[in-house]
């Protein structure tokens, strides 16, 4: 198999702050549901795989991607950068596209536009910065999430799937963007981490619900 640009997309159901976040339901879809929806509704996306672990409390979370009819991947559960090495080893893609699934309200044009912005620069990772908390994706090239498998060794970096990319500019070529001002809110929050931003996040969307213009226009 081999996807030109695929969105892994990484969840667990063991959260410490939130156990279970990632199949919480709001106005009747799951979070993990919700964050599919973003990433497929951008024309960069070629592909989406949900990338969990082998534990048996994540078997929920391969069901529910079978039900959405999405791929998945179980791997290492703190080795966060093996199992998207590994993942990559099996879907082939060129451009990795990074999310996690506690974020239900992805920026939609955010991707293509660090898709193009890798591509035209040659670069081998690109995110916009100010973006609301939680809106953000990455892009990052197949070789250069090989070349961190090889080179990361520290637990944070092993942990964090790109942090030893932005710590390390010399070896790879990094830009971070500035989004459109009309998103560019690093005040505002839309991920779901704790309690309290679940119960945000149902306010929000709830405020929306049934009207003629979603909340999805608005990212």
């Not at 596209?97 to 670069?123: H, K, M, W, Y």
């Not at 908390?133 to 197949?142: K, Q, S």
Request: proline fraction near 5%; hydrophobic fraction near 40%.
């Amino acid at each position: 198999m081999n996807n030109g640009v695929t969105a892994f997309l990484q969840g667990r159901m063991g959260s410490r702050r939130l156990p279970g976040k990632t199949l919480m339901k709001i106005q009747g879809r799951s979070i993990l549901e919700r964050a599919i929806c973003r990433l497929r509704a951008s024309p960069a996306v070629d592909a989406v795989v949900v990338l969990t672990t082998r534990r048996k409390e994540d078997d929920a979370i391969a069901a529910e991607s079978e039900r959405l009819g999405v791929s998945y991947y179980r791997g290492p559960e703190d080795d966060v950068l093996a199992r998207f090495h590994e993942a990559a080893e099996i879907f082939r893609p060129e451009i990795i596209i990074r999310a996690t699934a506690d974020n239900p309200l992805i920026e939609i044009g955010s991707i293509e536009r660090i898709v193009t912005a890798l591509r035209s620069f040659d670069l081998d990772y690109c995110m916009e910065k100010d973006l609301p908390y939680g809106a953000a994706t990455e892009a990052v090239t197949a070789s250069a999430l090989a070349k961190t498998q090889a080179a990361a060794r520290e637990q944070q970096h092993r942990e964090h799937v790109t942090l030893y990319i932005k710590e390390h500019p010399g070896e790879f070529r990094v830009l971070l963007l500035d989004p459109p001002c009309a998103v560019r809110r690093p005040d505002f929050r839309v991920t779901v981490d704790t309690p309290e931003d679940f119960t945000a996040m149902e306010r929000l969307l709830g405020r929306f619900s049934g009207t003629d213009t979603p909340l999805e226009n608005y990212f």
